[in-house]
């Protein structure tokens, strides 16, 4: 990366090797599966793997499918803001991983179901499965676009590369190994980007110690900040980060894997019922302890810019921008590991696509395609499958585009997107647990159930008072050797316009 105040700015020949050998790395998967085997051609291997994955690929690919590059980003700036008590939300989700293993997962796997939309059919009628099906694909195509818009940013920033070509190039990419390879190619992929994301998460948790002495130091000063407190268990239901706002607050964290379609399909493409429940049991201790290492990594950042905030100092506008701006500040003299980070930031984004888009395809094409088309042979159905594929991955580039013009709804999408699956997690609660409710009273209680959580969600949004920071300070910032307050939040934000780190050192030239 060129010299910039003392930093590198954007990468150089080490960097685009690391970041590009992870695309490569992820295509030439995707081909492997397209030549090996039955080379994709019938449903059962493109969309289920002939149930017969282990449980390595499938327990990695879980761990990837639930974190993105919004958590990689995300939680430790959350952290390092708020303190940890977002940890409390795994809570629920483990409460939703035993509820899979001793309820439902055995019911998708005995059953063969390859949707577990299906399960909706079975138990009331195809009105509340359509309902279900249409939340579900509605929200997921407005997550991907603000997930693959958000490491789309983190590489223009530090790149040069246009927003615009970034977004197109990864929706081609992850398009490409997933139409080619199929679900066996969205699972190894998914594990090789796993890796990646702890490597980058390890990476900052590292040198972060090294440059305070250990990380004894970095807990030391996290504790004295009052980041290390995880049991702030008050009675003030509106304040969102406490152990209540995680825990009952979070609670549709449950249905991650009880009808998150592209993760209950990694449990059914796993050669046996064992494996399955292996992988459930992997997925949450590994998603725990990604989580913990997320949260470390906010120690860390915290501990490094105590009392010289970035924030507070006006380097930063927003509080998400920590991570990117600690990455530029600390590694951007290292060779490669910026291209490091930025693959396993890149790596969240396109291993959530690929899933979301593999299983899209499976809920189009079972509950759609085929009652249109009965008579369809199989391989012709395959093909449909495949252009599925490339369909929704055109919507996602589309909806990536779109997130800039959403602008402050950006937050009011996520939100919403707890109301919807709230109101699908009770459906599957209701019909395994009600057995004489009927169709009748499910649409009804659905239709109910979704406009009372809407309205919670969009007050909960639009009247809720601007979430309060830890204690911060600018005030014993003496390093001379960082990087600007101007220039660096155009360096790491690069939210509303076009500006890259090659644009800045041009204008600092001219």
Avoid at 13 to 40: E, T
Avoid at 143 to 149: Q, R
Avoid at 153 to 159: D, K, P, Q, R
Wanted: hydrophobic share 50%; net charge negative.
């Amino acid at each position: 990366m060129a010299e910039q105040f003392g930093t590198r700015s954007y990468f150089e020949a080490p960097d685009y090797i690391v970041c590009g050998g992870m695309l490569l790395a992820s295509l030439a998967i995707g081909l492997y599966y397209g030549l090996s085997g039955d080379r994709q051609r019938t449903s059962s291997e493109y969309i289920l793997a002939n149930r017969q994955m282990s449980f390595l690929p499938a327990t990695l690919s879980l761990i990837a499918s639930f974190s993105s590059g919004i958590s990689v980003q995300g939680i430790p700036a959350d952290v390092y803001y708020h303190g940890p008590m977002l940890i409390w939300f795994m809570l629920p989700m483990t409460l939703g991983a035993v509820l899979s293993m001793l309820f439902f997962m055995p019911m998708y796997y005995r059953l063969g179901m390859t949707s577990v939309y299906t399960y909706l059919d079975l138990r009331f009628n195809t009105v509340v499965q359509i309902c279900g099906i249409i939340s579900f694909l509605l929200f997921t195509l407005l997550y991907l676009g603000l997930i693959t818009y958000t490491a789309c940013v983190a590489v223009t920033a530090v790149t040069g590369i246009s927003l615009e070509a970034a977004i197109v190039g990864s929706c081609i990419v992850c398009a490409i190994y997933t139409v080619i390879g199929g679900i066996k190619a969205v699972l190894w992929t998914d594990s090789l980007q796993m890796i990646l994301m702890l490597a980058a998460v390890i990476a900052i948790i590292i040198k972060g110690s090294m440059e305070l002495d250990g990380f004894g130091n970095v807990w030391r000063i996290a504790s004295e900040g009052q980041r290390t407190n995880f049991f702030e268990f008050d009675m003030d239901f509106t304040d969102f980060y406490n152990g209540w706002g995680f825990t009952v607050g979070q609670i549709t964290y449950i249905n991650w894997t009880i009808n998150n379609q592209y993760m209950v399909q990694r449990f059914v493409v796993c050669k046996s019922e064992a494996v399955a429940r292996a992988c459930i049991v992997g997925y949450i201790v590994g998603e725990f302890i990604f989580v913990v290492l997320l949260i470390l990594a906010g120690f860390t950042i915290y501990a490094y810019y105590e009392g010289c905030d970035p924030l507070t100092l006006g380097y930063t506008t927003k509080n998400d921008q920590i991570v990117p701006y600690f990455v530029v500040d600390v590694f951007g003299h290292l060779p490669a590991v910026p291209g490091l980070l930025l693959a396993g930031l890149f790596g969240a984004a396109l291993s959530t696509l690929s899933s979301v888009l593999n299983a899209n395809a499976t809920l189009v094409g079972e509950h759609f395609v085929k009652p249109i088309w009965k008579e369809m042979s199989d391989p012709t159905y395959t093909i449909v499958l495949k252009m599925i594929v490339v369909a929704f991955a055109v919507i996602t580039l589309g909806s990536a585009f779109l997130v800039p013009a959403i602008g402050d709804a950006v937050p009011v999408m996520v939100t919403l997107n707890g109301g919807f699956h709230g109101t699908l997690l009770a459906l599957y609660v209701l019909g395994a647990f009600v057995p004489w409710c009927g169709p009748k009273g499910a649409v009804s209680g659905y239709v109910v159930g979704l406009a009372v959580a809407l309205t919670m969600s969009i007050g909960s949004v639009i009247y809720a008072p601007p979430p309060q920071n830890l204690q911060l300070s600018g005030e014993f910032c003496l390093n001379d050797t960082q990087l600007s307050g101007t220039e660096v939040t155009q360096l790491v934000t690069a939210w509303d316009s076009n500006i890259t780190v090659s644009n800045i050192e041009n204008q600092r030239s001219a």
